[in-house]
């Protein structure tokens, strides 16, 4: 799923996305930030950006309503794309699961694209570690599931966004680890130092496996708007590998 | 995507000697002994166990009109545990204290059973209706939980 994350972070750069239309098999992705980095604007981001491209619907897994919609430059908030876009709010653990083990059971074109925002909610209901692998299965399942009913070509990708706590709390470190494990791919947000009237934080994308690493300034001004520029200097930056090691990969 | 789950958490070690014993078993013919050997190094006394539970025909593929699958492996225990088709997944104590907590294995028995009844084409097949599935999967939960 990095893909799609990537290709909603190169909005803002001229480079299109074009050379990296290689539609190959994705692996899932986990969106990791602190409180109010931006995680759900870029999880509805890359909803508008998959709703853009003429496949199936986006299938928007969140606790509850978005406050108001994130103002994305670059993404037309076009009506066609919003419509494409189908909330749903499990307001438990239980109803997550439910939602989850019954997907099949729904009719319609199948999602070409399965959100869910808040993860760490849901897991705080029920922290056991074996409770955790069973949801994040259970996702990885669904999303095969509705990829096996897409049929050929890119099947259905999954991102989940997951609040990270202060560093040292060697329960959410474990719950992580074992995240990690199913969700090879990562993207950290990390604050960065704020210019005047605006917040700005710094996106890590880890592909997983071979691919390459990459960054970008992710900015949120007063009004809320989202810019995107890529991380100008990319090499002798000592502080480049502070979110993996912070997030105790495997 | 999710499909890759599996190659990502196996060492290529255990998917080549997989790989291998299903060429070897396409025709029906016994797995060598070498390939068995390789196996008990691998896993120790899981292969066993494993080998045992493929003996047993104890590992059904549950299959719905949607096309979701999921696989049933009666334990030893007499206690039936789903692990999911897609992912590496098995809802039994072992899988999560020794695979996800220690990390001292690489998988419970009753994983290494399916992946090996995979391999041997020995595996139970059952076609269940969707709701049927459902219940399955979400009765995994509700018996974690009592």
């Known amino acids: ?250 | 995507m999710a499909v890759a789950a599996r190659a990502l958490t196996l060492p290529a070690v255990v998917e080549e000697l997989l790989s291998e014993m299903a060429e070897a078993a396409r025709d029906g013919a016994p797995i060598p002994d070498e390939h068995l050997l390789s196996l008990k190094f691998v896993f120790g006394s899981s292969a066993v166990q494993a080998l045992d539970l493929v003996d047993r025909q104890s590992i059904t593929l549950l299959s719905s009109p949607s096309g979701r699958r999921v696989y049933q492996v009666l334990g030893s225990s007499g206690r039936t545990y789903v692990c999911l088709a897609s992912c590496h997944y098995c809802s039994c104590p072992a899988f999560a204290f020794s695979v996800l907590r220690k990390s001292d294995s690489l998988l419970c028995k009753h994983l290494l059973a399916v992946y090996l009844s995979q391999v041997m084409r020995t595996c139970q097949q059952l076609s269940v209706s969707d709701k049927q599935l459902t219940d399955v999967l979400l009765m995994e939960k509700t018996q974690e939980a009592s």
Not at chain 1, 84 to 92: E, V
Not at chain 1, 115 to 138: M, N, R, V
Not at chain 1, 156 to 184: H, K, N, W
């Open chain 1, 1 to 250: 799923m990095a893909e799609t994350l990537r290709r909603v972070l190169n909005w803002g750069s001229a480079a299109g996305p074009g050379e990296e239309n290689t539609f190959e098999a994705e692996s899932p992705l986990l969106l990791l930030g602190g409180p109010g980095s931006g995680k759900t604007a870029l999880l509805f981001a890359a909803a508008l950006e998959t709703a853009g491209e003429g496949r199936g619907p986006v299938l928007f897994l969140t606790r509850r309503p978005l406050q108001s919609l994130p103002r994305v430059t670059g993404a037309a908030l076009e009506p066609l794309r919003l419509q494409k876009i189908r909330f749903q709010y499990p307001p438990s653990t239980r109803e997550l699961l439910r939602l989850l083990c019954s997907a099949h059971e729904t009719r319609g074109p199948a999602p070409s694209l399965l959100l869910l925002d808040g993860l760490e909610e849901y897991l705080a209901e029920d922290p056991g570690s074996q409770e955790a692998a069973y949801l994040a299965a259970l996702l990885l399942d669904t999303a095969a599931h509705f990829s096996h009913r897409v049929g050929s070509g890119r099947g259905c990708g999954l991102i989940v966004a997951l609040q990270t706590q202060e560093e040292g709390d060697s329960g959410t470190a474990l719950q992580l680890a074992l995240l990690q494990r199913y969700f090879p791919a990562q993207c950290w947000l990390q604050p960065d130092a704020p210019g005047p009237g605006q917040h700005c934080l710094r996106a890590c994308l880890e592909p997983g496996g071979l691919g390459p690493r990459a960054e970008w300034q992710v900015t949120f001004r007063q009004n809320g708007e989202m810019t995107v520029t890529p991380w100008p200097t990319q090499a002798g930056d000592t502080s480049l590998n502070k979110g993996s090691s912070s997030g105790g990969q495997p």
